[in-house]
């Protein structure tokens, strides 16, 4: 039997990253947002929780909505 290695995520925990949603679900009030922990794939994309301090709730995101932040960490 052979394993199949596990996906890797792109972003790791504690990581501020620039979040851009896709046109459906709740507006971003931030663009700057930190890594607060990788989720299992859906749909196969890789999947994370991020928070900004903007906001008193946590948001799901795809990894296709996040980029690099092009701020200073």
């Known amino acids: 039997m052979t394993r199949r290695p596990r996906p890797v995520h792109k972003y ?3 990581q501020m990253v620039d979040f851009v ?3 459906t679900g709740v507006p971003a009030s931030a663009r700057s947002y930190k ?3 990788l ?5 196969g994309e890789k999947r994370y929780r991020i ?3 903007a906001e008193t709730f ?5 990894e296709s909505e996040l ?3 092009s ?3």
């Open 12 to 14: 790791k925990v504690g």
């Open 21 to 23: 949603p896709s046109k």
């Open 35 to 37: 890594i607060v922990s």
């Open 39 to 43: 989720l299992p794939e859906e749909g």
């Open 51 to 53: 928070k900004t301090i």
């Open 58 to 62: 946590e948001r799901t995101a795809r």
């Open 67 to 69: 980029l690099r932040t």
């Open 71 to 73: 701020s200073p960490v």
